[in-house]
């Protein structure tokens, strides 16, 4: 997999990397915001804006930081989004598998894993029967190797942030506002239900910030011949209207120490209030989808090893025992690609 499709995890090429506390919060404050300006960092942290410049630079050289991506709406932009999971027969094509699918158009995120299922592909469409014919494709194609299958729509996705990168020294972080408003914090805070319906000069600057977060106003101006006050407005509108839902830095957790598990989960009697307020309040909680099909949420969980991810699954269980019907739970290897359409 070339390295400039990397989206996300790729356990087997994980190396440990020494983080000090300076790198880690750093980290934290780009995961809050990764259009945080190094000079905006460097206030929130009592440091120059060289040190932080010089940490981020080593954390990309030192192959820990992969870069910065914007996470997007595909419902507001009107795309369909379908997750299949599906379980193999045997794994000694799944290579193949992966390499006809992850630059096929439609398909925007392809993860493998170890449980229930052996991989996770995500399937883009403004009209369902284009999905439909993307998956008959490949179940045809290797119907052979594949075992089972469920299917599942995406309602909404969300990042949660990384509390675990500090735990408790996150609280001792109180973040500045951002005077020039670049990183857009007034917008995030102020999201309405207007509608807006982006042009094709949106959608450009989407194009560009989806895998490059942290441009700067002034390269996407050069970009799209836009004047930098416009191009402001467009992602200050994109973002208000919750097109833009954050921007954030992608690393692989490995590295660090942490796997990658995911749990799935259906309930009756649901309090869905509760749900989302354990999870954004639980450090190692990092991402949450939410479904119609089979399952009613997928959450991702970072933890040091099997034991401390039975922990944290077991103390979720005792708290929604009343409500919780089934899960199930599987191990996540790598992540070979995760980008919103646009277009």
């Given amino acids: 997999m070339e390295e400039s499709n990397f ?41 120059s804006r060289e040190v932080v410049s010089y940490r981020i630079k080593r954390m990309e050289d030192s192959d820990f930081l992969k870069g910065c991506i914007t996470l997007i709406d595909p419902r507001k932009l009107g795309f369909i989004e379908i997750i299949v ?32 299922y052996d991989l996770q592909i995500i399937f883009s469409a403004k009209e369902l029967e284009n999905i439909h014919e993307n998956i008959r494709e490949l179940l045809e194609k290797y119907n052979n ?13 969300n990042f949660l942030g990384m509390g675990l990168i500090l735990e408790k020294d996150a609280e001792q972080i109180n973040i500045i506002k951002d005077s020039k408003g670049s990183s857009f914090l007034k917008e995030f805070l102020e999201i309405s239900k ?33 004047s930098p006050i416009t ?12 097109i833009i839902k954050s921007f ?8 660090l120490g942490y796997q990658w598990y995911e749990i799935f989960f259906r309930f009756k009697d649901f309090n869905e209030r509760k749900f989302i307020e354990y999870i954004k ?22 933890a040091k090893n099997h034991s401390h991810f039975h922990e944290i699954l077991n103390e979720f269980r005792n708290e929604f025992n009343d409500s919780l019907s089934e899960y199930e739970s599987v191990i996540v290897f790598n992540q070979f690609a995760f980008k919103r359409r646009i277009e």
């Fill in 7 to 47: 989206r996300g995890q790729i356990y087997d090429k994980a190396v440990p990397k020494e983080l000090d506390l300076i790198d880690r919060k750093i980290l934290y404050l780009l995961c809050k915001n990764a259009r945080f300006s190094n000079t905006v960092i460097a206030k929130n942290l009592n440091l």
């Fill in 231 to 242: 191009v402001k407005n467009k992602i200050s509108n994109l973002v208000n209207c919750g």
């Fill in 145 to 157: 190797i594949i075992s089972n299958y469920d299917v599942l729509t995406i309602v909404d996705m």
């Fill in 248 to 255: 954030v830095p992608y690393f692989t957790m490995a590295n």
């Fill in 85 to 116: 999971y599906f379980k193999l027969i045997s794994l000694n094509n799944e290579k193949e598998v992966i390499e006809f699918i992850t630059n096929k158009k439609g398909i925007v995120g392809v993860k493998t894993c170890s449980g229930k």
């Fill in 194 to 226: 207007k509608d807006y319906v982006p042009n094709k000069a949106d959608k450009n600057i989407m194009e560009i910030i989806q895998s490059n977060a942290r441009i700067s106003i002034v390269e996407i101006s050069k970009e799209t011949s836009l």
């Fill in 281 to 302: 309040q639980h450090k190692n909680i990092v991402w949450y989808v939410k479904f119609i099909g089979k399952w009613d949420y997928q959450i991702s969980v970072f």
